[in-house]
Protein backbone atom coordinates (compact mmCIF):
# COMPACT_ATOMS: atom_id res chain seq x y z
CA UNK A 1 0.00 0.00 0.00
CA UNK A 2 1.44 3.65 -1.02
CA UNK A 3 1.09 6.08 1.46
CA UNK A 4 2.05 9.97 1.72
CA UNK A 5 4.95 10.91 3.27
CA UNK A 6 4.66 12.04 7.35
CA UNK A 7 6.37 12.71 10.47
CA UNK A 8 7.93 10.09 12.04
CA UNK A 9 6.73 8.20 15.35
CA UNK A 10 9.77 9.65 16.84
CA UNK A 11 9.43 13.30 15.95
CA UNK A 12 5.58 13.52 17.07
CA UNK A 13 6.89 11.97 20.51
CA UNK A 14 9.26 14.89 20.73
CA UNK A 15 6.95 17.03 19.76
CA UNK A 16 4.92 15.86 22.50
CA UNK A 17 7.29 15.81 24.96
CA UNK A 18 8.20 19.48 24.26
CA UNK A 19 4.85 20.61 24.20
CA UNK A 20 3.99 18.57 27.34
CA UNK A 21 6.95 20.45 29.04
CA UNK A 22 6.04 24.30 27.82
CA UNK A 23 2.16 23.43 29.15
CA UNK A 24 3.49 22.41 32.54
CA UNK A 25 6.20 25.27 32.65
CA UNK A 26 3.41 28.21 31.51
CA UNK A 27 1.18 26.51 34.49
CA UNK A 28 3.75 26.63 36.93
CA UNK A 29 4.56 30.50 35.69
CA UNK A 30 1.31 31.40 36.31
CA UNK A 31 0.51 30.15 39.28
CA UNK A 32 3.65 31.76 40.32
CA UNK A 33 2.47 35.15 38.86
CA UNK A 34 -0.91 34.91 40.88
CA UNK A 35 1.03 34.33 43.74
CA UNK A 36 3.03 37.14 43.67
CA UNK A 37 0.47 38.79 42.19
CA UNK A 38 -1.77 38.61 45.94
CA UNK A 39 1.89 40.95 47.67
CA UNK A 40 2.10 43.28 45.40
CA UNK A 41 -0.22 46.59 45.15
CA UNK A 42 -1.89 47.35 41.94
CA UNK A 43 -0.74 51.06 41.24
CA UNK A 44 2.07 52.93 42.70
CA UNK A 45 2.89 53.66 46.80
CA UNK A 46 4.44 56.20 48.52
CA UNK A 47 6.07 55.42 51.90
CA UNK A 48 7.58 58.42 53.95
CA UNK A 49 11.11 57.48 54.78
CA UNK A 50 11.22 54.15 53.20
CA UNK A 51 12.90 52.76 49.81
CA UNK A 52 10.94 52.45 46.95
CA UNK A 53 7.60 49.63 46.64
CA UNK A 54 7.02 47.83 43.22
CA UNK A 55 3.76 47.82 41.92
CA UNK A 56 2.50 45.46 39.13
CA UNK A 57 3.56 47.05 36.31
CA UNK A 58 6.66 47.18 37.80
CA UNK A 59 6.68 43.53 38.81
CA UNK A 60 5.48 42.45 34.84
CA UNK A 61 8.63 44.22 33.76
CA UNK A 62 10.33 42.60 35.60
CA UNK A 63 8.65 39.22 35.71
CA UNK A 64 8.05 38.87 32.04
CA UNK A 65 11.36 38.73 30.62
CA UNK A 66 12.48 36.13 32.59
CA UNK A 67 9.61 33.90 31.90
CA UNK A 68 10.37 34.45 28.43
CA UNK A 69 13.63 32.80 29.02
CA UNK A 70 12.47 29.98 31.20
CA UNK A 71 10.15 28.82 28.49
CA UNK A 72 12.58 28.96 25.99
CA UNK A 73 15.03 26.90 27.90
CA UNK A 74 12.23 24.51 28.66
CA UNK A 75 11.45 24.31 24.78
CA UNK A 76 15.03 23.43 24.13
CA UNK A 77 15.36 20.97 26.70
CA UNK A 78 12.22 19.31 25.96
CA UNK A 79 13.21 18.87 21.99
CA UNK A 80 16.63 17.79 23.37
CA UNK A 81 15.37 15.44 25.84
CA UNK A 82 12.44 14.16 23.32
CA UNK A 83 14.45 12.98 21.01
CA UNK A 84 17.39 11.34 23.21
CA UNK A 85 13.99 9.57 25.14
CA UNK A 86 11.99 9.10 22.00
CA UNK A 87 15.11 7.02 20.24
CA UNK A 88 15.89 4.99 23.55
CA UNK A 89 12.42 4.02 23.49
CA UNK A 90 11.94 3.09 19.67
CA UNK A 91 14.89 1.58 19.53
CA UNK A 92 13.18 -2.23 20.32
CA UNK A 93 10.63 -1.15 17.33
CA UNK A 94 13.39 -0.80 15.03
CA UNK A 95 14.44 -3.72 15.61
CA UNK A 96 11.21 -5.48 15.04
CA UNK A 97 10.37 -3.42 11.86
CA UNK A 98 14.03 -4.69 10.51
CA UNK A 99 13.06 -7.97 11.42
CA UNK A 100 9.43 -7.75 9.42
CA UNK A 101 11.41 -6.16 6.60
CA UNK A 102 13.51 -9.31 6.23
CA UNK A 103 10.78 -11.75 6.55
CA UNK A 104 8.64 -9.72 3.58
CA UNK A 105 12.48 -10.90 1.85
CA UNK A 106 11.25 -14.62 2.25
CA UNK A 107 13.67 -14.73 4.89
CA UNK A 108 11.59 -16.67 7.90
CA UNK A 109 15.17 -17.82 10.04
CA UNK A 110 16.07 -14.75 11.56
CA UNK A 111 14.53 -13.94 14.99
CA UNK A 112 14.68 -10.66 16.84
CA UNK A 113 15.33 -11.94 20.70
CA UNK A 114 14.69 -8.87 22.30
CA UNK A 115 16.37 -9.07 25.59
CA UNK A 116 15.22 -7.76 28.78
CA UNK A 117 12.56 -7.80 31.31
CA UNK A 118 8.73 -8.18 29.51
CA UNK A 119 7.39 -5.07 28.40
CA UNK A 120 4.43 -4.17 25.33
CA UNK A 121 7.74 -4.17 23.11
CA UNK A 122 9.00 -7.79 24.44
CA UNK A 123 5.61 -9.27 23.90
CA UNK A 124 5.51 -7.85 20.36
CA UNK A 125 8.87 -9.12 19.78
CA UNK A 126 7.97 -12.66 21.36
CA UNK A 127 4.68 -13.21 19.46
CA UNK A 128 6.65 -12.22 16.35
CA UNK A 129 9.27 -14.60 16.90
CA UNK A 130 6.75 -17.32 17.67
CA UNK A 131 4.72 -16.36 14.43
CA UNK A 132 8.38 -16.50 12.35
CA UNK A 133 8.96 -20.05 13.84
CA UNK A 134 5.40 -20.99 13.05
CA UNK A 135 5.69 -19.74 9.99
CA UNK A 136 9.08 -21.45 8.77
CA UNK A 137 7.68 -24.60 9.81
CA UNK A 138 4.87 -24.50 8.11
CA UNK A 139 7.18 -23.54 4.56
CA UNK A 140 9.30 -26.59 5.01
CA UNK A 141 6.27 -28.81 6.04
CA UNK A 142 4.93 -27.64 2.36
CA UNK A 143 7.77 -27.82 0.28
CA UNK A 144 8.19 -31.20 1.18
CA UNK A 145 5.02 -32.00 0.75
CA UNK A 146 5.39 -30.39 -2.91
CA UNK A 147 8.24 -32.60 -3.36
CA UNK A 148 6.56 -35.55 -1.87
CA UNK A 149 3.87 -35.19 -4.23
CA UNK A 150 5.12 -34.63 -7.26
CA UNK A 151 7.46 -37.41 -6.43
CA UNK A 152 4.31 -39.41 -6.10
CA UNK A 153 2.37 -38.57 -9.24
CA UNK A 154 5.41 -38.53 -10.99
CA UNK A 155 5.37 -42.72 -10.82
CA UNK A 156 2.66 -43.76 -11.94
CA UNK A 157 3.09 -41.34 -14.56
CA UNK A 158 6.93 -43.04 -15.66
CA UNK A 159 5.37 -46.29 -15.10
CA UNK A 160 2.76 -46.11 -17.89
CA UNK A 161 5.26 -44.14 -20.23
CA UNK A 162 7.09 -47.14 -19.50
CA UNK A 163 4.64 -49.81 -20.49
CA UNK A 164 3.70 -47.71 -23.47
CA UNK A 165 7.15 -47.96 -24.66
CA UNK A 166 7.46 -51.33 -24.05
CA UNK A 167 4.21 -51.88 -25.87
CA UNK A 168 5.19 -49.83 -28.93
CA UNK A 169 8.56 -51.54 -29.46
CA UNK A 170 6.95 -54.84 -28.63
CA UNK A 171 3.86 -55.40 -31.34
CA UNK A 172 2.74 -58.94 -29.98
CA UNK A 173 2.33 -58.27 -26.52
CA UNK A 174 -0.74 -59.45 -25.28
CA UNK A 175 -2.82 -55.94 -24.95
CA UNK A 176 -4.86 -57.60 -22.05
CA UNK A 177 -1.97 -57.56 -19.78
CA UNK A 178 -0.85 -54.26 -20.80
CA UNK A 179 -4.02 -52.89 -19.96
CA UNK A 180 -4.68 -54.67 -16.74
CA UNK A 181 -1.78 -52.81 -15.82
CA UNK A 182 -2.40 -49.55 -17.36
CA UNK A 183 -5.81 -50.04 -15.12
CA UNK A 184 -4.16 -50.12 -11.90
CA UNK A 185 -1.71 -47.81 -12.59
CA UNK A 186 -4.35 -45.66 -13.44
CA UNK A 187 -6.45 -46.32 -10.10
CA UNK A 188 -3.48 -45.72 -8.13
CA UNK A 189 -2.72 -42.34 -9.48
CA UNK A 190 -6.72 -41.07 -9.35
CA UNK A 191 -6.58 -42.52 -5.75
CA UNK A 192 -3.45 -39.74 -4.98
CA UNK A 193 -5.39 -36.83 -6.46
CA UNK A 194 -8.44 -37.71 -4.67
CA UNK A 195 -6.21 -37.97 -1.53
CA UNK A 196 -4.71 -34.50 -2.73
CA UNK A 197 -7.90 -33.08 -3.19
CA UNK A 198 -9.73 -33.91 0.15
CA UNK A 199 -6.92 -32.66 2.02
CA UNK A 200 -6.80 -29.39 -0.12
CA UNK A 201 -10.70 -29.20 1.27
CA UNK A 202 -10.06 -30.15 4.87
CA UNK A 203 -7.21 -27.10 4.72
CA UNK A 204 -9.67 -24.74 3.96
CA UNK A 205 -12.54 -25.78 5.78
CA UNK A 206 -14.45 -25.49 2.77
CA UNK A 207 -17.31 -27.84 3.79
CA UNK A 208 -21.04 -27.27 5.93
CA UNK A 209 -21.25 -27.89 9.66
CA UNK A 210 -24.15 -30.19 10.87
CA UNK A 211 -24.95 -32.53 13.77
CA UNK A 212 -23.24 -36.05 13.40
CA UNK A 213 -22.72 -38.90 15.66
CA UNK A 214 -19.34 -40.29 15.50
CA UNK A 215 -20.36 -43.63 17.27
CA UNK A 216 -22.60 -44.28 13.92
CA UNK A 217 -19.67 -43.48 11.62
CA UNK A 218 -17.70 -45.38 13.70
CA UNK A 219 -20.10 -48.55 12.75
CA UNK A 220 -20.77 -47.31 9.08
CA UNK A 221 -16.57 -47.15 9.33
CA UNK A 222 -16.32 -50.91 10.02
CA UNK A 223 -18.98 -51.89 8.38
CA UNK A 224 -17.48 -51.02 5.21
CA UNK A 225 -13.95 -52.20 6.06
CA UNK A 226 -15.31 -55.81 7.02
CA UNK A 227 -14.11 -57.28 4.38
CA UNK A 228 -10.82 -55.85 4.09
CA UNK A 229 -10.64 -57.24 7.99
CA UNK A 230 -11.72 -60.44 6.77
CA UNK A 231 -8.93 -60.82 4.73
CA UNK A 232 -6.10 -60.07 6.58
CA UNK A 233 -7.68 -62.21 9.11
CA UNK A 234 -7.93 -59.06 11.43
CA UNK A 235 -10.46 -58.39 14.22
CA UNK A 236 -13.11 -55.43 14.67
CA UNK A 237 -14.20 -54.34 18.04
CA UNK A 238 -16.46 -51.87 18.67
CA UNK A 239 -18.29 -50.11 21.51
CA UNK A 240 -19.02 -47.07 23.20
CA UNK A 241 -22.07 -44.84 23.17
CA UNK A 242 -23.91 -41.90 21.89
CA UNK A 243 -21.27 -38.76 20.65
CA UNK A 244 -22.86 -36.26 19.07
CA UNK A 245 -20.93 -33.45 17.81
CA UNK A 246 -20.97 -31.16 15.22
CA UNK A 247 -19.55 -30.63 11.91
CA UNK A 248 -18.83 -32.42 7.75
CA UNK A 249 -20.31 -36.06 8.22
CA UNK A 250 -18.22 -36.82 4.93
CA UNK A 251 -15.19 -35.62 6.51
CA UNK A 252 -15.48 -37.52 9.64
CA UNK A 253 -16.34 -40.42 8.08
CA UNK A 254 -13.11 -40.27 5.39
CA UNK A 255 -11.05 -39.61 8.69
CA UNK A 256 -13.03 -42.73 10.87
CA UNK A 257 -12.14 -44.73 7.51
CA UNK A 258 -8.31 -44.15 7.04
CA UNK A 259 -8.08 -44.92 10.70
CA UNK A 260 -9.89 -47.93 10.61
CA UNK A 261 -8.12 -48.79 7.04
CA UNK A 262 -4.77 -47.35 8.82
CA UNK A 263 -5.34 -50.31 11.95
CA UNK A 264 -6.08 -53.17 9.85
CA UNK A 265 -3.14 -52.55 7.16
CA UNK A 266 -0.39 -51.94 9.31
CA UNK A 267 -1.32 -55.32 11.54
CA UNK A 268 0.26 -58.54 12.70
CA UNK A 269 0.14 -60.64 9.58
CA UNK A 270 -2.92 -63.07 10.94
CA UNK A 271 -4.89 -63.22 14.43
CA UNK A 272 -4.99 -59.07 14.82
CA UNK A 273 -7.36 -57.09 16.31
CA UNK A 274 -8.64 -53.56 16.22
CA UNK A 275 -10.85 -51.81 18.62
CA UNK A 276 -13.05 -48.63 18.12
CA UNK A 277 -14.50 -46.77 21.03
CA UNK A 278 -16.30 -43.42 21.01
CA UNK A 279 -16.97 -41.56 24.51
CA UNK A 280 -18.83 -38.72 25.20
CA UNK A 281 -18.01 -36.15 27.79
CA UNK A 282 -19.16 -32.88 28.94
CA UNK A 283 -17.78 -30.62 26.67
CA UNK A 284 -15.73 -33.45 24.27
CA UNK A 285 -16.41 -36.66 22.39
CA UNK A 286 -13.97 -39.10 21.63
CA UNK A 287 -13.07 -41.76 19.22
CA UNK A 288 -10.76 -43.93 19.53
CA UNK A 289 -8.66 -46.26 17.59
CA UNK A 290 -6.05 -48.99 18.78
CA UNK A 291 -4.75 -51.65 16.92
CA UNK A 292 -2.18 -54.41 17.23
CA UNK A 293 1.09 -54.24 15.33
CA UNK A 294 4.84 -54.09 15.05
CA UNK A 295 6.65 -52.04 17.85
CA UNK A 296 7.13 -48.42 16.61
CA UNK A 297 9.66 -45.95 17.99
CA UNK A 298 7.69 -42.30 19.53
CA UNK A 299 10.18 -40.92 17.21
CA UNK A 300 8.92 -42.75 14.38
CA UNK A 301 5.65 -42.94 15.42
CA UNK A 302 5.67 -38.37 15.48
CA UNK A 303 6.25 -38.70 12.13
CA UNK A 304 3.31 -40.68 10.79
CA UNK A 305 0.97 -37.59 10.25
CA UNK A 306 3.01 -35.91 7.72
CA UNK A 307 2.03 -36.70 4.01
CA UNK A 308 3.53 -39.73 2.56
CA UNK A 309 4.69 -41.11 5.61
CA UNK A 310 4.01 -44.72 6.15
CA UNK A 311 4.31 -46.70 9.65
CA UNK A 312 6.65 -49.16 7.98
CA UNK A 313 9.21 -49.17 4.64
CA UNK A 314 7.75 -48.09 1.76
CA UNK A 315 6.62 -50.75 0.24
CA UNK A 316 3.74 -51.01 -2.89
CA UNK A 317 1.51 -53.80 -1.84
CA UNK A 318 -2.61 -53.95 -2.94
CA UNK A 319 -3.48 -51.50 -0.08
CA UNK A 320 -0.30 -49.53 0.72
CA UNK A 321 -2.84 -46.87 0.04
CA UNK A 322 -1.08 -43.14 -1.14
CA UNK A 323 0.74 -42.10 2.06
CA UNK A 324 -1.45 -39.44 2.65
CA UNK A 325 -4.21 -41.49 5.44
CA UNK A 326 -2.99 -39.71 8.57
CA UNK A 327 -2.11 -36.63 7.11
CA UNK A 328 -5.79 -36.77 6.23
CA UNK A 329 -7.01 -37.68 9.79
CA UNK A 330 -4.98 -34.62 11.22
CA UNK A 331 -6.17 -31.98 8.22
CA UNK A 332 -9.70 -33.16 9.09
CA UNK A 333 -9.47 -33.09 13.17
CA UNK A 334 -7.36 -29.91 12.90
CA UNK A 335 -10.47 -28.29 10.57
CA UNK A 336 -12.87 -29.35 13.15
CA UNK A 337 -10.82 -27.73 15.81
CA UNK A 338 -10.09 -30.67 17.51
CA UNK A 339 -6.76 -32.86 19.03
CA UNK A 340 -5.66 -35.71 17.06
CA UNK A 341 -2.96 -37.79 19.57
CA UNK A 342 -1.10 -41.28 18.53
CA UNK A 343 0.48 -43.20 20.46
CA UNK A 344 2.62 -46.70 20.46
CA UNK A 345 1.29 -49.33 22.37
CA UNK A 346 3.67 -51.39 24.89
CA UNK A 347 2.84 -54.47 23.02
CA UNK A 348 2.81 -52.82 19.36
CA UNK A 349 0.43 -51.31 17.29
CA UNK A 350 -0.63 -47.66 17.98
CA UNK A 351 -3.40 -45.99 19.89
CA UNK A 352 -5.11 -42.79 18.12
CA UNK A 353 -7.24 -40.83 20.04
CA UNK A 354 -9.66 -37.75 18.08
CA UNK A 355 -11.24 -35.54 20.40
CA UNK A 356 -14.05 -32.72 18.88
CA UNK A 357 -15.93 -30.67 20.86
CA UNK A 358 -19.87 -31.89 22.20
CA UNK A 359 -22.69 -30.36 20.03
CA UNK A 360 -24.53 -27.77 21.89
CA UNK A 361 -27.45 -29.24 24.52
CA UNK A 362 -25.88 -32.59 24.08
CA UNK A 363 -26.16 -34.90 27.03
CA UNK A 364 -23.08 -36.40 27.83
CA UNK A 365 -23.47 -40.47 28.31
CA UNK A 366 -23.20 -42.18 31.58
Known amino acids: MKRAPGLSVRLKLTLSYAGFLLVAGA ?16 GAITVPGQLFVPNRSDLWRAFA ?34 ATRR ?3 GSLSHRIELEGRKDEFRELADSFDAMLARLEAHVAEQQRFAANASHELRTPLA ?6 DVARNDPNRNPGELIER ?43 LLPLAEKHRITIETSGEITPTIGSRALLLQMTTNLLHNAIVHNLPQGGRVEVGT ?22 VATLTEPFQRG ?50 ATPGP
Open 182 to 224: LTAVNVRAIELTEALLLLSRADRRSFTREPVDLSLIAEEAAET
Open 312 to 361: TERIRTDHAGVGLGLAIVKSIVEAHDGTLVILPRPGGGLCVTVELAAAPN
Open 159 to 164: ITRTLL
Open 27 to 42: LLLAVVWVFLLRYVPD
Open 279 to 300: AAHPHAVVLTVENTGETLAPQR
Open 65 to 98: PRAAQAMAVLLVFGLLGGWLLAGRMLAPLARITA
Open 103 to 105: AAT
